[in-house]
C-alpha cells in the first residue's frame, strides 16, 4: 500500500503593486456607471439581489451564528450554498461573505465552520481573476496560524491547476467530509493480476494518482507516466471508459460495481527491468494481448510460439516439463486448429532446455521485441469502410502512425502517419447490437481520404488522447454517422 503525497500544485502568484488586502478590495468601484474594468459586475437581476439578501443568513446558520430553519440540517445548508456557487456571477460574492465571517471570529468552534465550508469552496469553485489575488493573500497570511487555511490554499491552487470538481458531492461523501474523513482507501487493478492501493482525498485527479502508481513501480520520466491511462470499468465491463488526467477520482469511481484498472497505452519510451512491479505489470499486459491474438504470431512458426511458451511456463516457477494442457494455455486459442501442437511441444522442450537456471522475472523480460505488433496499442476491427480493407483486422496504434494488419496473412494493409491526421470523430452505434467506430479524416488538402473503422474498443483508443498529440488535435465531437457511410 502507498499513501497518496501531497499533490502538486500549481502557485498563485502575486503581483507587487498591491498589499492585497481584503479591506483593499472592498474600496473597488463597484458602484461606477461604466466598470473600467471588464469584470465588474454590472447592474444585478432581481433574483440575484435577493440571493445576495438570504446568502449571509445561509452562511451563518451552517456555522451556528443564527439557528437553522426548521426542517433543515448542516447538509441541507451545505448543499443550498454549494449550489449557488454553481452560479459564476455569485462565486465572489460567496467569497467574499466566507471571508467576512470567519475573520476574527470569537468563537473557534464556530468559525472552524466556516474554514470548513471554505475548504469546500476552494476545492469545487475559483473566484474571478479579479477577486484572486485578494483571495490568496487572505490565506497565505491566515495559513501562519490555522492548519484549515493551509489546507483551503492547497485546495483553491490545486483548483487552479485542474479547473475544480463539476459534479457536487454524493450525501455521503458530504457526512464523511463534515466528520473530517476525507481520506478515501482506492484500489487500482494492474495487468497481470497485481493490485495497487493508495490513499486518496476529496480533490484528488487521474493524473496524481497515476503520477504516484508509476513511482512506486520506478517510472520518473514525466513522459512516460504519460504513457499510461486509468480506466472505468462498470459490473462485467457493461461501461468502459477512460478517466482523462484532470477528472477527480472521488466524482468518478461510486458505486459497489465500479472498478478501476490501469494499462500501457504507448509505448515509446525505452523499457527499463529494475522494478519488480514494473516486470510484472508489463509482462501480464503483454501476455494477455498475445493470447488474445492481439500480436500477430502466425500458426506456422513453430519455433517461436515454442519459445514463448517456454518464457511462460519458466515465469509460473513450474520446475516439471509442461502438460498438454499447460501448453494448450500458453497459446493463443485462435492458432490451436491450424498449428503443429505436436512440432511445437518438441521444440519447446528444447526451449526449456537452452533456457534453464532463467529466473521467473528474467523470463519475463525475454521475449518481449520478439512480437510482431509489440509496441503498437492493438485494437480488434470488425469493418472497414473499403473493401479492399481486410475485416476483422487489428488495428496497430502508435505516436507516429496507425496501421491495419490481415491476422491471418500478417499483412501491412494500410498505414497512416498521425502527422497527416485532420479529424477523428468517433460514430456512435445505430443498435444496442452494433459496435461504435472512428471515422478519420487526412492526407493533403488536395487528396483528402476518409475511412470509417469499427471497433468494440473505441473508448481504450481514444483514451491515447492524452498520449499522442495528432490523436488529441484531431478529435472531435461524436457523430451519429453509420460506419459504412450512410447517414441516419
Known sequence: MATSPSPSVACVTLPTDSDYTMQEFALLPWARPMPAHPQWPRAR???????????????MQFMGDQSKPRGKNDLDLLYGLLKLC????????????????????????????????????????????????????????SARSQELARRCQGHLQHTVKYGGRRQLPSPGEMQAFLKGQVVHLLLIHLPGGVEYKTNTHTFTVAAEVLEEMCGQMGITDPHEVQEFALFLIKGEGQLVRPLWPREYLTSEVVGLDVSLHSRRLSWETPLHFDNPTYVSTHYGQVLRDYLQGKLLVSAQEDARLARLAALQHLSRNHEEP????????????????????????????????????????????????ELPLFGYSVYMVLRVSKPALPGPGLLGLNRQRLILMDPSSQELCCSIALRDLRRLRVLSPLGPEDSPGLELNYGSADNPQTIWFELPQVGGLCALRSTSWPVTQALTAPSRRRILGQRV
Open 45 to 59: 437581476p432581481p433574483a440575484q439581489l435577493t440571493v445576495l439578501f438570504i446568502l449571509p443568513a445561509a452562511l
Open 322 to 369: 509442461p502438460s498438454e494442457q499447460d501448453l494448450l494455455a500458453y497459446l493463443p486459442k485462435q492458432l490451436l486448429c491450424q498449428m503443429n501442437v505436436a512440432a511445437v511441444t518438441s521444440l519447446m522442450g528444447q526451449e526449456l532446455w537452452q533456457l534453464r537456471g532463467c529466473s521467473s522475472q528474467e523470463a519475463g523480460q525475454l521475449g518481449r521485441s
Open 86 to 141: 454553481q452560479e459564476e456571477n455569485l462565486r465572489d460574492e460567496i467569497y467574499c461573505q466566507a471571508l467576512k465571517q470567519i475573520t476574527g471570529h470569537p468563537r473557534p468552534r464556530l468559525c472552524a465552520r466556516g474554514w470548513t465550508f471554505l475548504s469546500l469552496l476552494t476545492g469545487y469553485f475559483p473566484p474571478s481573476t479579479l477577486l484572486m489575488p485578494y483571495v490568496t493573500k487572505f490565506l497565505q497570511h
